[in-house]
């Protein structure tokens, strides 16, 4: 499943974190899941929220800059092999995974793996394929 | 000190040195005239004519030359020669990324050597004494300026060129050398390093450090002279002009003697362009009196000091300028290389198609200018991809070292940080202490 993340440029700096984060709670919006790229200069903050236009548009009404990609949601059993298989597939399709990473969808309590391809068509072909 | 023979120019009568400047001025004049399309357009425009300078006061009467006209006129535009004539040419950088290029006959390049002679024998170097010339050789004119003044005076050149600090070091230690060129943040970083690799600077046979092309102060002198065995002195001088050697400090290091039989100074205020007071601050104007290649008619240097017209105890006749401390415009001098913040600025744009904020900071590190580039993200050029970021950051640095020739840090910053200034951005943050 496509999904719409967030990126949020951060300086690599005590403090940066907090006002992205904070905006998204004065508006009430939840996050869903984060994950923090890090260099030594700079960071850069990707988000999966539920409402993902009015996360931008809060985001920017307080100064930060944003990008919204679309990134791939794949649902895995939890358990041994799961995220194997899918590399697999990614692998063999010569895919190049860009960033990925995961989390746990509390209501079914599926792990989801979120992707990066620089093609993310081109990845839901091959896995629709080999699925 | 034993007056060397080279010097005796700087010791010239004043009646004397009057007249050769009065006399090697109205040729110069005559020739720039004659030659220089842009020069006779000028004095033309005056109703003019070389016949009309009879007094050094009359250079008054003549238009100033400014560095946008070396660059308009890239890149020979401001020759009085033909090339035939010409054997050498050098290059600065300029304010839109195209180098300012200066040339030299053969009797320019004797001039130069004389006074880069003049300028080791005010610093009590002769035949014996070993020059490490750690100025860059190449374009910039530090590097071959002092290595022929250094070689016409008997002296034995090292012509080690800038760079590789530990082999600088080793060579300085075990060739003995007695004399050293350089920028003087650059000998700082020497000494640091010189205590890592177990050498004391204090008993090195070292007696003096020819330092320029950079501001500096007597706080650095100090340290410089604490901490290592020689005296360092302040050498000044500009490409357009001629390179280093338009003026040097003598044994009593109070004030930069000017080689007056060769330039003609003026200190004028920057504002109203009309002469300043003996004494009194202004901006520095140079015209050059023997020039053939490139004569060069009162020409702003933007660099602001004082005249002294008292005489020095040293006995010389020319007469000294205060140390160069700042500058009337935004240029400034990194590792000896102008730069301008409309490079950078180009710089960015090239890369970026539109101009961020962006702020420039300098700073000193262990004796040795930085420069900091600090951009802000916007959204045409923000990823959320690490790779792209930190390849737009190379791109930057990469773009800016083509048009500036020094290599910057670029940092990228959080929009809406860098501090916005009613009026004139101010894009320049000097933070180093000197």
């Known amino acids: 499943m496509k999904l719409q993340q967030l990126s949020v440029f951060l300086e690599n700096a005590p403090g940066q974190l ?14 869903v899941t984060l994950s923090l790229a890090d260099t030594e200069q700079f960071g850069i903050l990707r988000l999966i929220v539920e409402d993902p236009q009015k996360a931008q548009a809060v985001l920017e009404k307080v100064g930060c800059v ?21 590399l697999n597939v990614v692998g063999k399709a010569g895919l190049n995974i860009e960033y990925m990473y995961a989390f746990t969808e509390k209501r079914s309590g599926k792990g989801l793996l979120v992707f990066r391809f620089s093609d993310s068509d081109a990845a839901i072909a091959a896995l629709q394929t080999a699925n | 000190m034993n007056r060397h023979p080279i010097s005796a120019p700087d010791f ?69 020669s033909p090339m035939k004539d010409i054997v050498r040419l050098h290059a600065s950088s300029g304010t839109t990324g ?14 130069w050597t004389e006074t880069m002679m003049r300028s080791f024998a005010a610093c009590g170097l002769h035949e014996g004494d070993i020059i490490q010339n750690a100025y860059g050789y190449g374009l910039f004119t530090g590097g071959l300026g002092a290595h022929y003044g250094a070689e ?38 020497l000494i ?37 065995s020689l005296k360092a002195y302040d050498i000044y001088g500009l490409s357009e002009i001629i390179g280093p050697g338009v003026g040097i400090e003598c044994e009593h290091q109070c004030g930069l003697h000017i080689f007056e039989d060769y330039f003609l100074v003026e200190i004028i205020d920057p504002q109203t362009l009309e002469p300043v ?13 023997s020039k053939h290649a490139m004569p060069m008619i009162r020409y702003r240097t933007r660099d602001i000091t004082a005249l002294y017209p008292e005489p020095c105890h040293c006995g010389r006749t020319i007469r000294r300028i205060r140390r160069i401390g700042r500058r009337s415009d935004d240029m400034f001098i990194i590792r000896g290389v102008n730069v301008f913040p409309s490079q950078i600025e180009a710089a960015l744009l090239r890369v970026e198609g ?46 800016i070292e083509s048009i500036t020739g020094i290599r910057v840090a670029v940092r990228l910053v959080a929009p809406k940080t860098i501090q916005r200034s009613e009026g004139k951005a101010k894009r320049l943050l000097d933070k180093r202490k000197m």
């Open chain 1, 18 to 31: 907090q006002l992205p984060i904070d905006a998204l709670a004065k508006a009430g919006i939840n996050i």
């Open chain 1, 66 to 86: 944003v990008k919204v990609t679309d990134v791939l949601a794949i649902e895995v059993a939890d358990q041994p092999g799961g995220l194997s298989h899918i």
């Open chain 2, 12 to 80: 010239m009568q004043q009646a004397a040195l009057r007249d050769t400047q009065l006399s090697r001025l109205r040729q110069m004049v005559g020739r720039a005239y004659d030659n220089v399309t842009l020069f006779r357009q000028r004095m033309d425009a005056r109703s003019l004519k070389p016949a009309d300078i009879r007094s050094l006061a009359d250079v008054r009467k003549l238009p100033f030359t400014v560095k946008a006209d070396l660059r308009d006129t890239y890149p020979f535009g401001l020759f009085a």
């Open chain 2, 98 to 111: 195209k180098p300012i290029v200066v040339a030299y006959t053969k009797d320019d390049i004797r001039v």
């Open chain 2, 152 to 189: 016409s005076l008997g002296a034995t050149v090292i012509p080690i060129s800038g760079g590789n600090t530990e082999r600088q070091l080793m060579v300085m230690k075990d060739f003995g050398v007695t004399a050293i060129c350089c920028t003087p943040s650059y000998f700082l970083h």
């Open chain 2, 192 to 228: 640091d390093q010189s205590q890592q690799m177990g050498i004391d600077m204090k008993k090195l046979p070292l007696r003096a450090g020819i330092f320029g092309a950079e501001p500096w102060t007597e706080g650095m002198r100090e340290r410089i002279e604490a901490e290592s």
């Open chain 2, 277 to 289: 007071p003996d004494g009194q601050e202004g901006e520095l104007v140079l015209t050059t009196l």
């Open chain 2, 354 to 399: 539109t101009l961020p904020h962006y702020v420039i900071v300098l700073t000193r590190e262990q004796d040795l200018d930085q420069v900091e580039v600090q951009v802000e993200v916007t959204p045409d050029f923000f990823s959320d991809e690490v790779r792209v970021l930190e390849e737009l950051q190379k791109k930057l640095v990469h773009s």
